[in-house]
């Protein structure tokens, strides 16, 4: 059996409108890779997340999540996602950093399933994970920006999960935090475990990723920064 | 009052359905309120005053008094919330454009209905704005039943509701039916609104659902923290509001509503002065 954790071959996707956002993408990741994905605005980045997610639905072509095709793929606790809207939720939406971790049980927990002791365990080694427990108790909207991603990441991971998915994870974040936060996320992936992040700035995830996708409809590795000058990425 | 307690079932009844939906309306309301959907309990109250206008219409003109005006306010009100979800989705980019058309739509209704009647007596007043003796002993059953549904279903689904609540694409991502448990919630909304109407009246209704979340929000950390002090706040306002009723014969709904402004403007008040002090303090601090 392949360690290919995600395999797509040959995928196109177009909304009802007509617009090709994505043509003929090839693409794999391997178990402990950590794989950053650049691109200008509307290259079909989140698009290509959201592909692998099962949000959306490719036209033609096939995607395999864990040797399993995507139709197919139920064990939803191997993956988790930190979605580029997570830190624009309603600041005053009264929930603590201990309550929004426990979110990321949902799934794994099933409905009608309550949280147990041992659950709050997970919660607060996902919230150590991120040198977050001593916020456990204060609501999210009091925190920084940095602090609320970290929070969010702890919720991706108190499932743990083997591949953690991350669209634009540092918009928001001032740039000391933007260094501790990929820091942060290079101690999970010798943690093994792996990571695919989508973001606007190739210099500070170039650092940190073991292979780095130019993604602009297409879909092409980049050997080399300097074949990619800054001005032709964005954020999506 | 404790003896006319003891002595008059009306007012158990009424006690007793008042400590319920003391109970059940800020728990769904705290729910409602984080959904950012008050003015949606707002539109079901009207489309149950529709409902409660036609049970009375039907009573008057047919003499039918199976259909009592609170069943066809309770069947008004989840009818009108079936309605609210087929427009939301209709608007999928103007979702809040439903609860303007079912509420005027409500009142509408209760116009053309009360027009049809030539007019209501006292009865209409007591569904407007509740009453302290208008709760009989098989609307208090009813009010129960509606309650266990309402702790069940909230207690089963709490952290689906809860995830969707706070982040409606990470509960899509993590399997949840999100279409199907927004439509019972609604149900559950149209249900509780209907059992609360004896007591506050369907314009007072939607308050007991919010007032008790918007003080409990600014003393709690956390969501459940915030339900347990609404529930508290909700109960202490019915029980305050149903003794003020009866010693100066008003209908409970304005004296519940008066009590839970007058602690909300209390609390913002206090707070206000505590934030007020602590800024002074520490700017003599930094002279100092």
Same mark, same amino acid.
């Given at each position: ?9 040959? #995928? ?32 079909? *980045? =989140? ?89 456990? *108790? ?31 994870? =540092? ?6 935090? #933007? ?37 602009? *409809? =297409? ?18 | 009052?404790? $003896? ?25 309301? %705290?729910?409602?309120? @984080? ?9 079901? /109250? ?30 008004? !009100? ?23 058309? +079912?509420? %005027? $739509? ?24 509740? /009453? @302290? %003796? ?22 089963? &689904? ?6 969707? /609540? ?9 399997? +949840? ?12 909304? $149209?249900?509780?609104?209907? $059992? ?9 209704? !939607? ?29 202490? /306002?019915? +029980?305050?509001?149903? &003794? ?12 519940? @509503? ?6 909300? @403007? ?23």
């Amino acid at each position: 059996m392949s360690d290919k954790i995600i395999e797509i071959e040959d #995928v196109s996707f177009q909304y009802d409108y007509d617009k090709t956002v994505l043509s003929h993408i090839n693409f794999s990741m391997r178990a402990g890779d950590f794989v950053g994905l650049v691109g200008p605005n509307g290259g079909g *980045k =989140t698009t290509l997340l959201k592909l692998i997610l099962g949000l959306n639905k490719a036209n033609n072509g096939t995607i395999r999540i864990f040797n399993t095709p995507i139709q197919e793929f139920k064990d939803k606790n191997k993956i988790a996602y930190v979605s580029q809207k997570a830190n624009a939720f309603n600041r005053g939406f009264p929930a603590t950093v201990e309550e929004v971790v426990e979110m990321g049980l949902t799934a794994s927990l099933g409905i009608f399933k309550r949280i147990k002791k041992q659950h709050k365990l997970a919660v607060y080694e996902a919230l150590k994970k991120v040198d977050m427990t001593s916020y456990a *108790k204060e609501n999210i909207g009091n925190l920084s920006g940095g602090q609320q991603q970290r929070v969010f990441i702890a919720r991706a991971l108190v499932s743990e999960p083997e591949l953690l998915i991350l669209d634009e994870p =540092t918009v928001g974040v001032d740039q000391q935090n #933007v260094s501790n936060f990929f820091d942060l996320l290079s101690k999970l992936n010798q943690q093994h475990i792996s990571l695919l992040i989508v973001s606007h700035d190739l210099q500070a995830i170039a650092n940190h990723v073991t292979n780095v996708f130019f993604v602009n *409809k =297409t879909i092409q590795a980049i050997d080399s920064l300097e074949d990619y000058p800054l001005f032709t990425l964005g954020g999506e | 009052m404790l $003896a006319s307690l003891l002595e008059y079932d009306f007012l158990r009844h009424t006690f007793i359905t008042g400590i319920i939906i003391g109970f059940i309306a800020p728990l769904l309301g %705290s729910f409602i309120v @984080v959904r950012r959907l008050s003015m949606m309990a707002d539109a079901l /109250s009207h489309v149950t005053l529709a409902g409660i206008a036609f049970g009375l219409l039907l009573e008057k003109k047919t003499g039918i008094t199976a259909i009592t005006p609170f069943y066809s306010g309770l069947g008004f !009100s989840v009818v009108g919330s079936l309605f609210i979800e087929k427009l939301r989705k209709l608007y999928t980019a103007f979702q809040e454009l439903a609860i303007p058309v +079912i509420l %005027s $739509a409500g009142v509408g209704l209760s116009v053309l209905f009360i027009a049809l009647a030539d007019g209501f007596n006292a009865d209409l007043y007591s569904y407007l704005f509740g /009453s @302290v %003796s208008a709760v009989s002993k098989q609307d208090m059953y009813i009010v129960l039943v509606i309650a266990i549904i309402v702790c069940i279903v909230i207690f089963s &689904i709490y952290k689906e509701l809860f995830l969707l /609540s706070f982040d409606e694409e990470q509960a899509t991502i993590n399997g +949840i039916p999100a279409t199907v448990i927004h439509t019972f919630f609604i149900i559950l909304t $149209a249900l509780v609104i209907a $059992a609360s109407m004896r007591i506050v009246g369907v314009l007072l209704v !939607s308050a007991l659902m919010t007032l008790p979340v918007a003080i409990g929000i600014r003393l709690a950390k956390g969501f459940k923290q915030t339900i347990i002090y609404s529930i508290l706040i909700g109960e202490l /306002s019915v +029980i305050i509001g149903l &003794i003020i009723g009866y010693y100066l014969e008003m209908p409970p709904g304005g004296s519940i @509503v008066l009590f839970l402004i007058l602690v909300l @403007v209390s609390i913002i008040g206090a707070q206000h002065f505590k934030r007020r002090r602590l800024t002074s303090n520490m700017k003599s601090d930094v002279r100092g």
